[in-house]
């Protein structure tokens, strides 16, 4: 099934395109959607996006806005459920060494009582529209980030950017169409409103950086607005070596860096394990929660982010466990797509048997971030068979895999040819929760970030060179 936007004329001409893609590059570049070329970041380029905003359904988007905040309830009271993560999570662990590490993180802080009064968290729940035929486009779930749920800096960049191209290209009055994007504030809003809760005016906001990290400047505009939303506020930037090395913990539980207690640590690292190259980074992972400082995310916030997670929470009666509105539980229920256990249970037999059966209907996943790490087509039936009887299978899910709606855009990307594609949009909603003890003090959704690929891409990520951003066009 393909949407289409109708106020724009596909394909272009040759002329038009020309002159659209220089100028779009060109408004990139000035106004700041751009990314790092280099680690040293002395060089950068336009961030890849899409020539024009993408359609998307309005009534699926106003959906996808409306559960967020069912959603950031959910994860919430996941968290505070040891038994259901203890639970969920007990075959998984015993597999995957990394989920398995940060487990035992979440163990030894719950038997020391690192209990944090201050809860921040900052989410982005991902979905794609799936086809069926003889049906209207349906919303489904690729996944919920709870760690380092990034680009909303872009994001806003991007629907400021295709506000522009559309009204170069002869339509002046988009309002309507292209909602407004102020993700950014909202997030910020959520570190000010944690900040104020620590209740320490000197303390400084942490962002846990790699060094070199070519989406500098998404970070810096995070800063940027947080200093506009509270210019008292300190936010530095240290990496997790330099911290596993230097920050200190005293014995009233405060986390000190560099001379300055920390209100928050937010993490735009740390979902896999090639961001732990030694113990040092693990002894501030571990130093971070036993603090008083609110982590974002806190451990059992990265592990209510595993894929695990998410496919016992598709079971009957999990999210009724949670949530108590039955509006909310249908809305939230009708976006999951079908998950499967494949642990080495008669149930997980079954599943691998259905996945090996029709690996093109299936995605195999395992308890990973970052883009890169799922397994598609024939691949799965490979990879099922590869760990017939063995415990490392019980490290994936297998997911129903979504018929996304298709879409005809143009994707501008540095050093490539700009040619009108069939591409598919991956639609992501923040979410912010700010928390006192168990009093809520923020729980709402934050606008958006569209991602758009080409139709033959699996992998979706803007970071693993996959995606571009893009706009929703409402329709």
């Known amino acids: 099934m393909s949407l289409h936007n109708d106020a724009i004329k596909l394909p272009l001409s040759d002329a038009d395109l020309q002159h659209l893609v220089e100028f779009s590059n060109i408004r990139a570049l000035t106004s700041g959607a751009i990314v790092a070329l280099t680690d040293s970041q002395d060089e950068v380029t336009y961030v890849p996006h899409t020539l024009f905003p993408s359609p998307v359904p309005r009534d699926l988007y106003q959906k996808a806005v409306y559960v967020q905040a069912g959603f950031n309830e959910l994860m919430w009271k996941v968290t505070e459920d040891d038994e259901f993560l203890t639970s969920a999570l007990k075959s998984t662990i015993e597999v995957d060494e990394f989920t398995g590490r940060l487990f035992q993180i979440y163990k030894q802080v719950m038997q020391e009582g690192c209990h944090k009064p201050v809860t921040l968290a900052l989410l982005r729940s991902d979905y794609m529209l799936h086809f069926q035929p003889n049906k209207p486009a349906e919303l489904r779930q690729v996944e919920i980030n709870t760690m380092a749920s990034s680009l909303a800096g872009m994001s806003v960049k991007t629907t400021q950017l295709h506000r522009a191209v559309l009204q170069e290209h002869g339509i002046p009055n988009s309002s309507q169409q292209l909602p407004d994007n102020s993700c950014i504030d909202g997030l910020c809003e959520g570190f000010v409103k944690a900040w104020e809760l620590y209740g320490q005016p000197n303390a400084a906001i942490l962002f846990v950086v790699e060094d070199g990290e070519k989406n500098i400047f998404d970070n810096i505009y995070h800063v940027y607005k947080i200093k506009e939303l509270n210019c008292a506020i300190k936010v530095i930037m240290r990496s997790m070596l330099y911290l596993g090395k230097n920050a200190q913990l005293t014995d009233d539980r405060k986390l000190i860096v560099d001379g300055m207690e920390v209100a928050i640590v937010y993490y735009r690292l740390g979902y896999v394990p090639s961001h732990f190259t030694s113990e040092t980074e693990w002894k501030f992972k571990i130093m971070a929660e036993q603090s008083l400082a ?50 080495l249970t008669e149930e997980g037999d079954k599943t691998a048997a259905m996945g090996i059966a029709n690996p093109q209907s299936y995605v195999m996943k395992p308890q990973r971030e970052g883009g890169g790490n799922n397994i598609y087509g024939d691949d799965v039936r490979a ?32 050093g490539l040819p700009v040619d009108m594609q069939d591409m598919v949009s991956e639609l992501g909603i923040y979410g912010v929760l700010v928390c006192k003890e168990d009093q809520v003090a923020i729980n709402k959704a934050s606008d958006h970030l569209l991602r758009t690929k080409n139709i033959m891409k699996n992998e979706g990520g803007i970071g693993a060179g996959a995606s571009a951003m893009d706009s929703p066009y409402l329709v």
Not at 308 to 329: C, F, H, N, T
Not at 401 to 413: F, H, Q
């Open 383 to 414: 990879k099922l068979e590869e760990l017939a009887g063995q415990q490392e299978r019980s490290g994936y899910i297998l997911m129903e895999r979504i018929m996304p709606t298709v879409v005809k855009n143009y994707e501008l990307r540095r």
């Open 294 to 343: 609110a982590v974002c995310p806190s451990i059992s916030w990265h592990l209510a982010g595993t894929k695990k997670i998410q496919q016992e929470l598709s079971r009957p009666g999990a999210v009724e466990r949670y949530l108590s509105d039955p509006e909310m539980i249908a809305n939230v229920r009708s976006t999951f797509a079908g998950q499967y256990s494949l642990d």
